[in-house]
């Protein structure tokens, strides 16, 4: 899981609102539904709870929860019950359900989960290019530096 994929997923999910809730009930950051959360939520920050409404948890969560979709999708194409790209089998996974996209053999056919496997990738190309820009590799690289020197120098 790339950072760009996740963080478009995450925009795609709730523009990035902590506590969004969308009609269906899925809630947070990440859009989890509420049973879905209880077998996959991850105490990403260490407080002791999990959290939906945590970014940490929230992230920590939709990208463990991501791995593990794609694991379940590579699997499925090499034994020949789903068809198709992988990246946008996990994500109409995570979008309309596991069992809605094997049932399908390929990405759930709402336009729903249609747009959201074609807007993610798109998305996240665009924030991996920004990553690329001088101006945002000189900033990474500064905040590097600075956590070398809170930690008394040397290199990290």
């Known amino acids: 899981m790339s950072a760009p994929l996740v963080a478009a997923q995450l925009r795609q999910e709730s523009g990035f609102n902590q506590f969004a809730v969308s009609p269906a009930g899925a809630q947070g950051p990440a859009q989890f539904m509420p049973q879905t ?17 945590s970014i940490p948890d929230a992230v920590m969560s939709q990208a463990a929860f991501d791995c593990s979709l794609a694991g379940i999708a590579k699997d499925a194409l090499a034994q020949g019950k789903l068809h198709g790209d992988l ?20 990405v759930c056919q709402n336009s729903e989960t249609q747009g959201y496997v074609k807007a993610i990738p798109r998305m996240a190309s665009k924030y991996a290019a920004a990553n690329r820009s001088p101006g945002i590799q000189a900033s990474a690289g500064a905040a590097e530096h600075t956590v070398s020197v809170a930690r008394g120098g040397g290199d990290l």
């Not at 996959?40 to 260490?46: L, P």
Request: contains cysteine; charged residues 20%; glycine residues 22%.
């Open 37 to 53: 959360w209880a077998r996959h939520g991850i105490d990403g920050d260490g407080d002791g709870r999990v959290d939906v409404y």
């Open 87 to 106: 990246t946008e089998l996990w994500l109409s996974m995570y979008n309309c359900g596991l069992e809605g996209t094997l049932a399908q053999g390929g």
